[in-house]
């Protein structure tokens, strides 16, 4: 009875350009460095690159400027309220005071009048 899988040396003779078991592939040619410019692609053809990097960076630099914002205005509201210790009352009444704006908010979510749909 015949062994129902193939072998490797079948596997390796069928797909010997598409396996990594097989250490010595046929050389391809590939494009050397030295090919004439002519036949190099000219980057002003292709601006999607260029237009999505510019994208990235405007983006980077429009979330760092906002970090620093959000930074200096909490260094304010820090240096203006103090700082909170922990078990104390004032801890105590920020928790309740955070519980109850977010207790509001979920039953506004959950209980507003639905228009269309």
């Known amino acids: 009875m015949p062994f129902p899988f193939p072998t490797l040396t079948a596997l390796c003779g069928a797909f010997a350009n598409f396996t990594p078991l097989v250490t010595s592939r046929p050389q391809q040619?590939?494009?050397?460095?030295?090919?004439?410019?002519?036949?190099?692609?000219?980057?002003?053809?292709?601006?999607?690159?260029?237009?999505?990097?510019?994208?990235?960076?405007?983006?980077?630099?429009?979330?760092?400027?906002?970090?620093?914002?959000?930074?200096?205005?909490s260094a304010a509201t820090r240096a203006k309220t103090g700082k909170i210790e922990l078990y104390s009352t004032q801890y105590y009444a920020a928790c309740t005071l955070g519980g109850l704006l977010a207790c509001v908010c979920w039953l506004y979510q959950c209980f507003r009048p639905r228009r269309g749909c």
């Open 29 to 73: 040619d590939t494009p050397t460095t030295s090919a004439t410019p002519s036949k190099l692609a000219r980057p002003e053809l292709y601006t999607a690159w260029s237009v999505a990097d510019d994208a990235k960076t405007k983006a980077s630099e429009l979330s760092n400027a906002a970090t620093r914002e959000l930074n200096k205005a």
